[in-house]
Structure formats: structure tokens, C-alpha cells
């Protein structure tokens, strides 16, 4: 049985309030086989224990594995030429993206993830390619985190319909100048996968990486978002997670267009169209949910459904503000996700919690604006509970899994820093992916004095970098030129959609 002793100046337990947090000074984690047995003072622990080996020092901050509870791809979209647009423009602008394969790009930001100080990601496929690839491609992506170490919950995207704007396919197709329409139809054709297709992709996935097999991997439905999803298909998804135990995560109201959308297809929001399908309940996570009314949240209040706040995604895409506040004082399960990219486009999880700290910082001496406390449980413990993972982590507690992250507190607070600051605060204000030295999963080693313990990085990025300096395709130069005349087409079809 592997055991370890992981000592920290502090040992941030758990985030216990709005304000506070069981924070352990002097003191250290004892786990034996990926599972905490003991926190307590360092020098009672080591005294108590004969450890295989013994991890950090009194220069060390130990906190709990970080989760990025809302995450898609591995090179940005800025990247691979798809500058920042709103997000329904951005949609077809990706259509000129290269193609990169999917073990070598999901490695690009899973390093990025390790390095940053995040333990588990919820990876949301957006697409897998036409059907015959999904079950090769979903297996490159597992098989990513499997090498790396790190704990995932894999969801493939589920689009049964209006797969580039708000409405028909054929139609809008039908709608574009000869010279384009061909190969819109043609692409969108081959992003059409039957949906008996993804149940038995999920099959085969959970019967190869499910829980008996994998402890570190792990699955849910993803219906893409309400104007991608019939209400048949929501109503199946639901009926196989509930049979399989599977949670789900959808996007919803991320944009005022697809809040628009709601009210067309059914008169009522979003919200209350999910409500009345019996879609909703504490095992279903909304994404974004940016443009949510106070009716909807006193629905998702009621229900125990659960939200993923992703702040830079909707700063970069024009997507509005969400309301965290409110989210909040109602009591909703929060998580945080960092999404395609973060502000930075990267996979800085610090960044994403300072951005989400200081963004609704609303105007009024007195009012309820986040804390770090809030915002650190977001990264960890709520969004914990939005993977199938629950609360098997996010907290350093015995009886839960040894994921733990170890912070150079010198990167904190050298020059100088308070002594009355609070540790958290310090943390949220100031940590930064350059203070990560280790980080632990499920009692291994996956990141030993900033590098990965499992795989070379260098050798990984020269064959991504290499499998991308190479001339376009014949697809892929088609793409780019049908994508700038494809723009303006989706454009005009959200025309007076706000105004209403």
C-alpha cells in the first residue's frame, strides 16, 4: 500500500462559509492508497506514521485539487484562426478551424490544467467528427488523461438539431448563395450522428473506463443546449442517465439570442421550458447560465439544479455577466469553469478565480459581492459535485481522495504580506500557476517540482506542433474560404432578434 505524508505551512481543509475556511497551520495529510486516512499537526503525524515518502515542507501551502468544471478543447479557437466574435458568429467562424487530433490536443491544455494546480476536468466534447470516428476519437481523449494522470469526466455533445444558427438546418442552408450552400450542407450532414450512435458510444466508454475499471475517469450525458436538443432527445438523455447514474451538463442562456430562442420555440424561458419537461434536478449542471431571470433561479433553487459560472468565456465572446450574486444568496451549487479558454487563453485556474472575484463587485457600500472563500469552493468542492466524482473530492477530509495541490507560499507573500491576511484570500489574490510545484492525485505524484511525473511535455508538444506545420488540407482550404462568406449569412438571421 503506497502512503505519503504531505506537510504545509497550511493545509486548507475545506472552505467552511461565506467568510471562512478550516485552515490547519504546521500541520500535514496523511493518505494511504489515494484516500486520506488523517489531517492533523505535522509533527503528531509523523510521529504517528512511517510514510513511503514524505512530500512538501514549512515553505508550502497545501490545498485541495482544483476542478475546471466546464472545459472543451485543447489549442484555443484563437489559435487555430478563430478570433473572439459573439458567440453565434464564433460559431461559424470556427468553421474554418484546422483539425488536430484529439490525444495531442487534449494533452496541450491537460498539461495546462496540471501545471495550473487542477486535479479533475470536466471535458465536454464539441465534436468528435462524423459518427464512424466517435468511438476512436472519444478513446484518444480518455486516453489523454488516463497517461497524464489527471481525473476526468468525459461528456460527449449531444446536437440533434439547428447545428449553426438558432433554427433549421435545411432551411438555412437552403437560405445561402449556391457557391457556399453545397459545402454548409455537406458539413453539417457529417456532424449529424444518430443518437442510438452516442448511447452506444457512452456503452462502450463506461463498459472500458467505468468506475470498476478506471477510478479516474468518469462520464456524463451532455445535451449540447436547448436549441441543439429536441425535447425528445432531452427526455431520452434524462431517462439514461437516471437508468445508468450518470449526471448531465447543458448548456443554457449563455447569450440574450439563445434566451431569445426559448421564447420562440416555447413562450416561456428556458428555465421554465426544462422545468416543465421534468429535466431539472440536483444531478443536472446549466453551463453558463448568464442571461438566467429571478424566476428562473427561484426554479433552479427549488429543483437543486446546479450551475458552472465560466466568466472569460463570457467576457471574450460578448455574452454578458452572469449573476453570481444572486446564484449565491440563493444557495445554488456554483462551480467554476474555465471553458475554451480563460481570459489569458490558457488553463489558468487562479486567474479564473480572481476574474470571478472581482467581476460582480456590483456598485454599494454593504452589498453582496464574492469572497475568496465563495470563489475558491467554486473551484473546488461545488465544482466537485457538477462531476460524477461528488464529494469523493474537494475537500482534505479523511475518508476522501488524496488530490491535493502543494503552493509555494514564497510566490504569496514574499516580498511582504500581512500577517492578519487570511491564507485563503491570500491565495485567491495571489496565486498564480508559477507557485504549483506538486500536485497529487489520488495519492500519485502527477506533477513533481513543476513537471509532469508521467509524460515528457517537450516530446508531446513537437508532435503536436509538427503534426500542425504542415499544409492545409484540400477540406481544410476549402473551409477557409467558405468561412468569411459564411459570416455575414449568420449574421443577418439573428436580425431584430433582440429587439424583441
Known amino acids: 500500500m503506497a502512503t505519503s505524508l504531505i506537510h504545509g505551512k497550511h493545509v486548507v481543509c475545506k472552505v467552511t462559509g461565506r467568510d471562512g475556511a478550516l485552515v490547519l497551520d504546521d500541520a500535514a495529510v496523511y493518505q494511504e492508497d489515494g484516500t486520506i486516512v488523517e489531517v492533523g499537526p505535522f509533527a503528531a503525524l509523523s510521529a504517528k506514521y512511517r510514510p513511503d515518502e514524505i512530500l512538501g515542507s514549512e515553505r508550502r501551502v497545501v490545498v485541495p485539487g482544483m476542478v475546471d468544471a466546464h472545459h472543451h478543447v485543447g489549442l484555443t479557437p484563437f489559435q487555430l484562426g478563430?478570433?473572439?466574435?459573439?458567440?453565434?458568429?464564433?460559431?461559424?467562424?470556427?468553421?474554418?478551424?484546422?483539425?488536430?487530433?484529439?490525444?495531442l490536443d487534449t494533452l496541450y491544455s491537460a498539461f495546462e490544467h496540471l501545471e495550473s494546480g487542477v486535479t479533475t476536468v470536466h471535458h465536454l466534447t464539441s465534436r468528435l467528427g462524423p459518427a464512424s470516428d466517435w468511438p476512436a476519437n472519444a478513446e484518444k481523449v480518455v486516453q489523454a488523461y488516463h497517461d497524464l494522470g489527471l481525473r476526468v469526466t468525459l461528456s460527449p455533445m449531444v446536437r440533434d438539431q439547428n447545428r449553426l444558427v438558432y433554427g433549421d438546418d435545411d432551411a438555412f442552408v437552403a437560405s445561402l448563395p449556391a457557391e457556399i450552400a453545397g459545402d454548409v450542407g455537406e458539413w453539417l450532414g457529417s456532424q449529424t450522428v444518430p443518437l442510438q450512435t452516442y448511447f452506444d458510444v457512452m456503452d462502450d466508454l463506461l463498459g472500458?473506463?467505468?468506475?470498476?475499471?478506471?477510478?479516474?475517469?468518469?462520464?456524463?450525458?451532455?445535451?449540447?443546449?436547448?436549441?441543439?436538443?429536441?425535447?425528445?432527445?432531452?427526455?431520452?438523455?434524462?431517462s439514461w442517465a437516471a437508468e445508468h447514474g450518470t449526471g448531465m451538463h447543458i448548456?443554457?442562456?449563455?447569450?440574450?439570442?439563445?434566451?431569445?430562442?426559448?421564447?420562440?420555440?416555447?413562450?416561456?424561458?428556458?428555465?421554465?421550458?426544462?422545468?416543465?419537461?421534468?429535466?431539472?434536478?440536483?444531478?443536472?449542471?446549466?453551463?453558463?447560465g448568464t442571461w438566467l431571470s429571478d424566476e428562473d433561479i427561484e426554479i433552479l433553487a427549488a429543483t437543486g439544479t446546479r450551475v458552472c459560472h465560466n466568466p472569460s468565456s463570457n467576457l471574450r465572446l460578448q455574452s454578458g455577466i452572469a449573476p453570481l450574486n444572486r446564484l449565491s444568496e440563493r444557495g445554488i451549487v456554483t462551480a467554476l469553469g474555465?471553458?475554451?479558454?480563460?481570459?489569458?487563453?490558457?488553463?489558468?485556474?487562479?486567474?479564473?478565480?480572481?476574474?470571478?472575484?472581482?467581476?460582480?463587485?456590483?456598485?454599494?457600500?454593504?452589498?453582496?459581492?464574492?469572497?475568496?472563500?465563495?470563489?475558491?469552493?467554486?473551484?473546488?468542492?461545488?465544482g466537485a459535485l457538477t462531476t460524477q466524482f461528488g464529494a469523493k473530492i474537494g475537500t482534505l477530509e479523511p475518508g476522501k481522495a488524496a488530490d491535493m495541490v502543494l503552493v509555494d507560499w514564497d510566490t504569496i507573500a514574499q516580498p511582504y504580506l500581512d500577517p492578519d491576511v487570511p491564507v485563503v484570500d491570500a491565495l485567491v489574490h495571489r496565486g498564480r500557476p508559477s507557485g504549483v510545484r506538486t500536485v497529487v492525485v489520488a495519492g500519485e505524484v502527477v506533477?513533481?517540482?513543476?513537471?509532469?511525473?508521467?509524460?515528457?511535455?517537450?516530446?508531446?508538444?513537437?508532435?503536436?506542433?509538427?503534426?500542425?506545420?504542415?499544409?492545409?488540407?484540400?477540406?481544410?482550404?476549402?473551409?477557409?474560404?467558405?468561412?468569411?462568406?459564411?459570416?455575414?449569412?449568420?449574421?443577418?438571421?439573428?436580425?431584430?432578434?433582440?429587439?424583441?
Do not use: C
Request: hydrophobic content about 40%.
Open 208 to 238: 472500458r473506463w467505468g468506475e470498476n475499471r478506471a477510478e479516474r475517469i468518469r462520464f456524463q450525458l451532455t445535451p449540447a443546449n436547448l436549441h441543439w436538443a429536441s425535447d425528445e432527445t432531452l427526455l431520452r438523455l434524462k
Open 82 to 103: 478563430s478570433p473572439d466574435h459573439p458567440l453565434e458568429l464564433w460559431f461559424a467562424s470556427r468553421y474554418a478551424a484546422r483539425t488536430v487530433d484529439f490525444y
Open 338 to 382: 474555465i471553458d475554451e479558454a480563460g481570459i489569458n487563453d490558457d488553463r489558468d485556474i487562479w486567474q479564473e478565480m480572481r476574474l470571478a472575484l472581482k467581476l460582480h463587485r456590483v456598485p454599494g457600500i454593504g452589498a453582496r459581492v464574492p469572497t475568496a472563500p465563495e470563489v475558491l469552493r467554486m473551484a473546488t468542492e461545488h
Open 447 to 500: 506533477l513533481r517540482d513543476g513537471k509532469s511525473a508521467r509524460l515528457d511535455k517537450d516530446a508531446v508538444m513537437e508532435n503536436l506542433a509538427a503534426s500542425l506545420h504542415v499544409p492545409l488540407t484540400l477540406a481544410e482550404q476549402r473551409r477557409r474560404e467558405v468561412a468569411p462568406l459564411l459570416l455575414p449569412h449568420v449574421a443577418r438571421f439573428y436580425d431584430d432578434w433582440l429587439g424583441e
Open 251 to 288: 448548456h443554457l442562456l449563455e447569450t440574450p439570442y439563445q434566451r431569445a430562442y426559448a421564447y420562440r420555440r416555447s413562450g416561456v424561458s428556458a428555465v421554465r421550458h426544462l422545468e416543465r419537461l421534468g429535466f431539472l434536478g440536483p444531478e443536472v449542471t446549466l453551463g453558463h
